[in-house]
């Protein structure tokens, strides 16, 4: 039984292959649903955020330091890298947690020439104490999907997601990273 929502999409299909029959629109079938999840994952990670406190940007920077185990710390050219954003971006986040005291920059010796950033203490616990709380938001968008769609849709992704990385940067967003 289709949803509204497929109904809605298949109108779409229908549409454009009666408007332009030389066109292939059939990748609207699956762009299209993409598309709308994308934007409705969003825009329930940002309302959990918001009662947590914290910013997507935020949470970015922090995760991924936490992944990169002890001492949860990168360069920042890593950093920027791993979060799929430039070097301004990256500027611009380090700067804002540094005020809130999530992270700090720390030289490496002896020529000090290269800088690292680092979760401090104070990260470390903000971004522990939040981390089950997100991954339950995004687990409550998954909960109408069985374990064997699930896999089904983590490998159909995987292989998609692989594939467009793999042809270049010109498919490449300068999308964020998931926690």
Do not use: K, N
Not at 50 to 74: I, M
Request: glycine share 10%.
């Amino acid at each position: 039984m289709s949803s509204p929502a497929g109904d809605q999409v298949g109108r779409i299909m229908q549409a454009w292959q009666r408007e332009r029959p030389d066109v292939d629109v059939s990748s609207i079938g699956i762009i299209t649903p993409v598309w709308r999840l994308g934007a409705i994952v969003m825009d329930h990670r940002a309302r959990v955020l918001v009662a947590l406190g914290l910013e997507q940007s935020h949470l970015d920077v922090l995760a991924t330091l936490r992944r990169s185990g002890e001492p949860y710390r990168l360069t920042a050219g890593e950093l920027s890298r791993r979060c799929r954003v430039t070097a301004g971006a990256t500027t611009q986040r380090v700067q804002a947690m540094e005020t809130l005291g999530w992270v700090e920059r720390v030289r490496e010796e002896p020529d000090r020439r290269t800088v690292h950033v680092q979760l401090t203490p104070q990260g470390l616990a903000r971004l522990d104490g939040v981390f089950a709380e997100v991954m339950a938001g995004d687990e409550a968008l998954l909960a109408g999907l069985s374990q064997p769609q699930r896999t089904a849709l983590e490998d159909l992704l995987r292989v998609w997601l692989d594939g467009l990385e793999d042809s270049g940067p010109s498919l490449r967003p300068g999308a964020v990273s998931g926690p």
